[in-house]
């Protein structure tokens, strides 16, 4: 991953005086962060954008780059025996844990389960499908600003399927999810090799093509193009530790490289940093740390892949990038700062390898990267309990490139008083003091 050196300011634009006031502080310029600070300022607000390193260099760095509008049902907690022993047995792809962390992390997982149970999955659906539905048209208008377009793909992305018993259990979600209105395309086996002839080997046995995502060639890249336009538009980025973020009688204060910054407002979208400062604010969050990883692959002469492919009954993605082709694993639960451990990115490249002709790793150690996740499967936006002018839009797990400009869009809407094109009521920060039944 790419860092500049301590008290550098790489491409940050620095403040014009110390001691500098803004309406707004944003802590955290990821795709969330960024998303927020661009709308509040659409809103007339002054906003200074703080992190400690360049726009989109944390989990938004290095992503999958799926907008997802197809994904209208979280991701849950298995309730399958079957696959809850696959995973016990720990040699998974999809999922994988460090023995050593499950103490730490079984009361996430708890009520993580509890949110999976049926009744309690289709409340978290209802409760995201505002923000899912609106992520394409957020996301079109800001690269429409940014001039980001070169970025952009917009021919969906596309699920395989190893066995012909998978193959129509997947048709099968599909068509109960009818209501929906998605759009998507039935491949059989020979319909897949036609549309991905790199994968035509015949270890597919059949597909869904999501029409209506879109797919992003550089998440970085998107991220700090937002930033520059928030910039361009006469928003400030400045560095600085969100750690030192404190509370006066009447305004929030943060250091940056440039010297103290107060604002009546200030935002915490931090991403998987979020918790600690909310608990410093007295805030307890069980956010949940799932990790995940990315390498890049330069195909052979010759070998192109069209659409971003997920090999789902295996569970990772590949996803054509500027940069090569990249495979993102799934979810590891480790301690968030625990070295990397290469294992479960093997296991997903050994079957890659089986659908495609992947060429060498571009890197020699993977990118390791920290989903943010809280255990109702949706994100927090919103005011902090009982914290005057401190906000939080955090916690967007799988799904945050996706619905960030959106959450970003209703957090700004709530802070400047404007009516909230959904009802916030499923984000509120305040909810994990209730009690949930499975
Ligand atoms: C392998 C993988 C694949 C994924 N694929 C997809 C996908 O295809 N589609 C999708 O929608 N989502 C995907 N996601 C999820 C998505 O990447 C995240 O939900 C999203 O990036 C979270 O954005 P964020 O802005 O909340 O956090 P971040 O991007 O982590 O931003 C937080 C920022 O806060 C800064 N920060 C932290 N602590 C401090 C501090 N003390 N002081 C100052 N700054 C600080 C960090 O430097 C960082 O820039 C994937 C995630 C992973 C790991």
């Known amino acids: 991953m790419v860092s500049n ?13 110390p001691g500098l006031r803004v309406d707004a502080i944003v802590l955290g310029a990821g795709i969330v962060g960024v998303s927020t600070a661009l709308h509040l300022q659409a809103r007339g607000r002054s906003v200074a954008l703080i992190d400690r390193r360049e726009p989109g260099e944390g989990t938004s760095f290095g992503n999958a780059g799926l907008i997802e509008r197809s994904s209208v049902v979280p991701y849950a907690f298995p309730r399958r025996l079957a696959t809850i022993a696959r995973y016990a047995l720990n040699r998974s792809a999809a999922m994988r844990y460090d023995p050593r962390h499950l103490a730490v992390i079984a009361p996430f997982l708890l009520q993580y389960w509890r949110h999976s149970s049926p009744r309690n999955l289709a409340v978290a659906t209802r409760a995201m499908l505002p923000l899912v539905e609106a992520s394409i048209a957020e996301h079109d208008a800001f690269i429409a600003a940014a001039g980001a377009g070169d970025l952009l ?4 992305w596309i699920a395989a399927w190893r066995t012909p018993a998978q193959f129509a259990a997947a048709i099968r979600e599909v068509e109960a999810l009818r209501d929906h209105g998605l759009r998507t395309e039935i491949l059989d086996a020979r319909a897949f090799a036609a549309v991905e002839p790199a994968m035509a080997g015949g270890a597919v046995a059949g597909a869904i093509h999501w029409l209506d995502p879109k797919t992003v060639s550089d998440p970085a890249e998107l991220t700090k193009r937002y930033a520059r336009l928030f910039e361009a538009r006469g928003g400030q980025v400045l560095r600085g530790d969100a750690a030192s973020l404190e509370e006066t009688a009447d305004d929030w204060r943060v250091e940056t490289a440039e010297g103290p910054l107060a604002a009546r407002d200030a935002v915490v979208a931090l991403g998987p940093q979020s918790g600690v400062l909310a608990g410093r604010f007295g805030i307890p969050m069980p956010l949940g740390i799932k990790r995940g990883y990315h390498r890049h692959y330069r195909l052979p002469d010759g070998v192109l892949l069209h659409h971003s492919v997920v090999d789902e009954a295996v569970g990772y993605v590949l996803a054509p990038m500027r940069t090569g082709l990249r495979l993102t694993t799934g979810i590891e639960f480790a301690a968030p700062d625990a070295p990397a451990n290469t294992i479960q990115l093997e296991r997903a490249e050994r079957r890659a390898r089986e659908l495609i002709d992947l060429g060498a790793p571009l ?21 902090a309990p009982g914290r005057p002018g401190l906000w939080f839009n955090f916690g967007h797990a799988h799904h945050g490139l996706t619905v960030g400009p959106a959450s970003g869009r209703l957090l700004a809407e709530m802070m400047t008083g404007e009516t909230p094109f959904t009802d916030p009521a499923p984000y509120d920060a305040g909810r994990f003091g209730r009690r949930v039944r499975a």
């Open 153 to 156: 793909r917009a021919n969906g």
């Open 363 to 383: 890197e020699a150690t993977p990118w390791l990267g920290l989903r943010p996740c809280l255990p109702d499967m949706r994100p927090a936006i919103g005011p």
């Open 5 to 17: 050196p301590p008290g550098s300011l790489g491409g940050f634009a620095r403040a014009s005086a």
